[in-house]
């Protein structure tokens, strides 16, 4: 396994990759806080910090680049691997065809997942997600439209959020 951090207008951005597939990322320089996103089986104990064109990582990197240069689509294409039931499994790859600038509430996401009722279910779908960004559960919000929680802060998930409802890399977060 593979860890890298680049710089990002959102601070640093740290991503664990396995042979180019992300396991788990975040806004943060600590390896401790992107390892703690992985369940502890899933745990990797030879973890090497490597520079941000390594082969393993490049691909992702890249893609966290050209988000940030205004192509969140770039993340698509990013191959990820999450442990989990189904219900998680489904719920993630859900998470990864919400539209960037067009978010979901958690009821709505609940919806989507087949289960109009299963809000508190889909809202723990989103706290679980290791591979933040690549998996974009910033991208679901709270019935009232108020931004909610995010593992990685408000602000990120804010500028996250006014950087693809506007389309252009350098939009400012809102008020």
């Known amino acids: 396994?593979?860890?890298?951090?680049?710089?990002?207008?959102?601070?640093?951005?740290?991503?664990?990759?396995?042979?180019?597939?992300?396991?788990?990322?975040?806004?943060?320089?600590?390896?401790?806080?992107?390892?703690?996103?992985?369940?502890?089986?899933?745990?990797?104990?030879?973890?090497?910090?490597?520079?941000?064109?390594?082969?393993?990582?490049?691909?992702?990197?890249?893609?966290?680049?050209?988000?940030y240069a205004g192509d969140p689509a770039a993340l698509d294409a990013v191959p990820v691997r999450q442990a989990g039931s189904p219900w998680r499994r489904s719920g993630w790859d859900r998470l990864r065809r919400i539209p960037p600038g067009a978010p979901l509430s958690y009821a709505e996401f609940a919806a989507a997942l087949g289960n109009a009722k299963a809000v508190r279910a889909a809202a723990s779908i989103c706290a679980s997600n290791a591979p933040a960004l690549f998996v974009p559960c910033h991208r679901v919000l709270r019935g009232d439209g108020s931004l909610g929680g995010f593992a990685w802060g408000v602000d990120v998930k804010r500028s996250l959020l006014a950087r693809e409802a506007a389309g252009r890399p350098s939009a400012a977060p809102p008020a």
């Open 1 to 67: 396994m593979k860890l890298t951090t680049l710089d990002t207008p959102d601070g640093p951005f740290t991503l664990l990759a396995d042979d180019g597939v992300v396991l788990a990322s975040g806004w943060t320089d600590d390896t401790g806080s992107i390892l703690a996103r992985l369940p502890p089986g899933e745990r990797p104990t030879d973890v090497a910090i490597v520079p941000s064109d390594h082969a393993e990582v490049a691909g992702p990197v890249a893609a966290v680049r050209a988000y």
